[in-house]
């Protein structure tokens, strides 16, 4: 008869870390013939669960990682507990010898993501975000030896060993998946999978089977075919494990759809239904020798499946798990104030710190209920529980319908005199500033409008989602900060009721006025309130001392002849003139210049310095561009040395300062954001200079018509940027760059872009968090307001 999840229940459930558990695995064996469980959180502990009767004690916790636990693996020949951390080493631990590593393995440059044995005795192999592999052997005496396999162009995210073919297996965010040999060489590719693999398994007769975020599980022949693929996950598939007490086919995967699932891989069936969680994330699975199935979930839980009944747990403990995932699936769809349940964040959202005093968090709790706090004095604090009304038809409720949809408020918004009123939709408990953030994004309207037409909602509705206040702490707006109208509430800041025009102050329509002269927009509303996002001020690089460039130049000019493009004295001061702060449009000396930037490239990064300060010129620039089509000449340089990098990507951020430069280089985006994008390394000047170049472009995309393909492509750079640049000057514009994004029409692809991203994530987290130092703190509370809009 097949295995079926269908015949397993909770067994049990493990509580202690106090942050999600990012990881499960199974260790020893005891006398008694149970099997310890070991568990790794985003917390940075370890812990090691021992068997006792049918539930687990912990028993160690251990503390060595400065960062959270990734990965843990258990080598079973050494008795060695492995655990890979965000801090970029493995601690390897003697069980039942020590609290202490006894061994920690360094060299990976970020996180290591997963860890696994290698062919050889006392010898295991590991996947980083640095793009790498590690194969490494420890010597009887500790000394560490190591190869690494590099060829992925993104994190790797997954590693196997095939030990009948003495070969390895690698897999990661570039969806790639290869094979190497002994040695380190690569042997094979295979592709498939339309995004990031997380996680691979080797079974028998040399077959692979791998998962990842396109929800896929792929199952690959010896040939490197993909002869089945596995469909029923929802969303990314985090970790897969196989349960050999059931059969050496059948395996176990978990992931963002909050499930559990099994397969026979041969057949391509799922066995059973799948096994919801109370939690967003099933982050981790691992089997015991007795066929028990092990969870590790983002609410910070390790939970035991059984299919033996006498393992299985009580009655009462099953029934609260069972409310717990009725109430996950409730969840789902339910919604208060416009907002879905499961897209506000758990209690761990209360472990980071706010913004600023006054900032609120609406937090979803296992029960069901969701509780608003405020951050003050340092902390945040209760301010009570949040509830929404509830509707009922167009006509008991007395809702409007739009677009297919009913509200409690349609309002019209008349933006000139050639347009028709814009709909400004807007129902009770929806959160103004959301409502307004949605207005502007899909009328492509200027951001600088979100708190007016905020505060506009704000004074001509009332607002049926209620905080019900167990203090008489204001309530505070959590995009602001500052306070807002409260059903049942006295606000002496709101000013006159009446239906008043968001933009202007005057009278509008609203759902029951006539149609009468409506507003209009005033183009000059200036946006105030205290926020990071967007910022409107282009960075440029201003810093030259015209000597030296001289100087520099003089030299190069004299190691070429006439034929190889030397020029005379004056035709270098004329160059070099250009470098002011506010230069004469002189042909001449832009005619010199396209002379010198046909010197040999090893030469030409002074010419290029001068082509940066020029270009600030919206005039220079148009009779460059016009006259000697300059960009395509400079822009091959971005493949160049690191100077002429260096000053190429610097033209293009001063470039983009004006309307002229901001036309010429979108017409050429593609090609000019592949050449920026396929920088992947570089000096802490270069680092700044490709994020301030991402951050321009995102200023202009805030300031004008937004353009969907390039918000993408910009998202994809600074993702890219954040695997490489460690800069804390180039980290702040990034993270700029990505709040400019979120505030424009394409807010919700950048934020989903970012978010599916873990080690950026992750990244951001641990930007945020660190105090940075007075000259940095801007980094600290720029990375919190990002973190917050996500």
Known sequence: MEPSLDNYKLSCELLGHSMDVRAVAAGAVTPLGGQV??????????????????????????????????????????????????????????????????????????????????????????????????VWTIGETGEVTFITLQGHEAAVWAVATLYDQSKYVTAGADKCIYYWNESGDKLRLLKGHTDCVRSLISLPANSLLSCGNDAVLRFWNEDGECVRQLNGHTNYIYAMATNEALGEHIVVSCGEDSTLRMWNV???????????????????????????????????????????????????????????????????????????????????????????????????????????????????NLVGDVTGATGGTQTSSGKKLHEGKEYDYVFSVDISD??????????RGEDPWQAAQSFIHKNNLPQAYLDQVANFIVKNSENSTVVTQQTSTGYQDPFTGGSRYVPGSSNTNLGGGGNMDPFTGASSYSTTSSSSAQPKIDVNFVRSGDKHFPVTSYRTFDTCDANKVLEKMREFNNK????????????????????????????????????????????????????????????????????HNFLNTVLPHLSG???????????????????????????????????????????????????????????????GRTNPDICHAVTTGVVELF???????????????????????????????????????????????????????????AGQALLAAF
């Open 418 to 427: 050639t347009e028709p009123p814009i709909k400004l939709p807007y129902n």
């Open 641 to 703: 040395s690191a100077a002429n990098q260096l000053m190429v990507v610097r033209c293009l951020a001063n470039a983009l300062t004006h309307q002229s430069g901001r036309q010429q280089i979108e017409t050429l985006f593609p090609k000019i954001i592949e050449l920026v994008g396929g920088i992947r390394a570089g000096s802490p000047n270069l680092q700044i200079a490709v994020s301030t170049f991402y951050l321009n472009v995102t200023i202009a995309q805030t300031m």
């Open 723 to 781: 695997k490489w640049a460690k800069d804390l000057e180039s980290c702040y514009r990034s993270v700029v760059a990505i709040g400019n994004l979120t505030t424009t029409s394409c807010g919700q692809e950048t934020i989903a872009q970012v978010v599916s991203v873990d080690y950026v994530m992750d990244k951001l987290r641990e930007l945020t968090n660190t105090p940075q130092g007075e000259n940095f703190s801007k980094l600290n509370s």
């Open 266 to 380: 041969i057949t391509g069936k799922e066995l059973g239904a799948p096994i919801l969680h109370p939690a967003i994330s099933v982050w981790s699975v691992t089997c015991l020798q007795n066929g028990d199935i092990v969870t590790g979930c983002s609410d910070g839980i390790v939970r035991v499946f059984s299919q033996d009944p006498a393992r299985q747990a009580n009655k009462i403990l099953r029934q609260a798990f069972d409310l717990a995932v009725a109430t996950r699936k409730s969840e789902m769809n339910e919604e208060i104030g416009g907002i879905k349940k499961t897209d506000l964040p758990g209690p761990e959202a209360l472990l980071s710190n706010g913004t600023r005093d006054g900032q609120t968090k609406m937090v979803r709790y296992p029960d069901g209920s969701v509780k608003c706090y405020s951050w003050e004095l340092g902390k945040w």
């Open 560 to 627: 070429l002849t006439l034929a190889e493009g030397k020029v005379g004295e004056e035709l270098l001061l004329a160059v070099v003139k250009l470098a002011d702060q506010s230069p004469e449009l002189d042909l001449t000396s832009l005619d010199a210049l396209m002379l010198l930037l046909k010197w040999p490239a090893g030469m030409l990064f002074p010419v290029i310095d001068v082509v940066r300060l020029a270009v600030r010129n919206e005039a220079i620039f148009s009779a460059l561009n016009t006259s």
């Open 37 to 134: 469980i070991l568990s790794g959180s985003r917390d940075k502990s370890t812990k090691l669960w021992k068997p006792s009767g049918n539930e687990y004690i912990e028993s160690v916790t251990l503390q060595d990682h400065k960062n959270f636990i990734s990965f843990i693996y258990y080598l079973a020949k050494e008795q060695w507990i492995c655990t890979a951390s965000n801090d970029a080493t493995i601690c390897i631990y003697k069980e039942d010898e020590s609290l202490i590593p006894l061994l920690t393995l360094k060299g990976h440059e970020s996180t290591v993501c997963t860890v696994a044995g290698a062919l050889k005795p006392r010898s295991l192999i590991s996947g980083s975000w640095d793009k790498t592999a590690r």
